[in-house]
């Protein structure tokens, strides 16, 4: 399922199971993927981010309060499943890396699904003027050798 995944998008993934293991989320949601972006691609961010660094660190902490708190305390080594819109998130993503006729699927694929969704996680991005235009013209001008996001 992830083979066109870079790296980098695995990491994502790996740390939206972190994150939703931390707050005690029972199923990795839509907010625990987007605070994996926001770690794993700091500098995409931050370039789309009007008030840089600083703003980054203010879209953190509000997509950490949009992560639900789950009944109970679930073990380490729990394997936690993607809930219907994180896949969701994740079919966006394919096809946007398709759109942009991209062989792999990277994060800024990932953040694009995200936007597509458009739950709340997607009105903290917009209140901070990050939006699916935006994004994708950040991605349209990627070097195709690279790929998009930042560089490994």
Not at 34 to 63: D, F, H, K, M, Y
């Amino acid at each position: 399922m992830f083979e066109k995944y870079t790296e980098r998008a695995r990491r994502v993934i790996f740390s939206a199971r972190y994150e939703a293991l931390r707050h005690g989320a029972s199923r990795i949601e839509t907010p625990c993927l987007l605070l994996a972006i926001l770690n794993e691609s700091q500098g995409l961010v931050t370039r789309l981010l009007p008030g840089g660094a600083e703003e980054l660190a203010r879209l953190r902490a509000e997509v950490e309060a949009l992560i639900s708190q789950a009944a109970g305390t679930l073990a380490p080594n729990a394997d936690l499943p993607l809930n219907h819109p994180a896949k969701r998130v994740l079919a966006y993503a394919a096809e946007e890396s398709e759109r942009l006729q991209d062989d792999i699927i990277d994060n800024g694929h990932l953040l694009l699904g995200v936007l597509r969704e458009k739950g709340p996680e997607t009105a903290c991005l917009k209140a901070h003027g990050i939006d699916l235009e935006k994004v994708r013209e950040e991605l349209d001008w990627v070097d195709p050798e690279t790929g998009p996001g930042e560089p490994e």
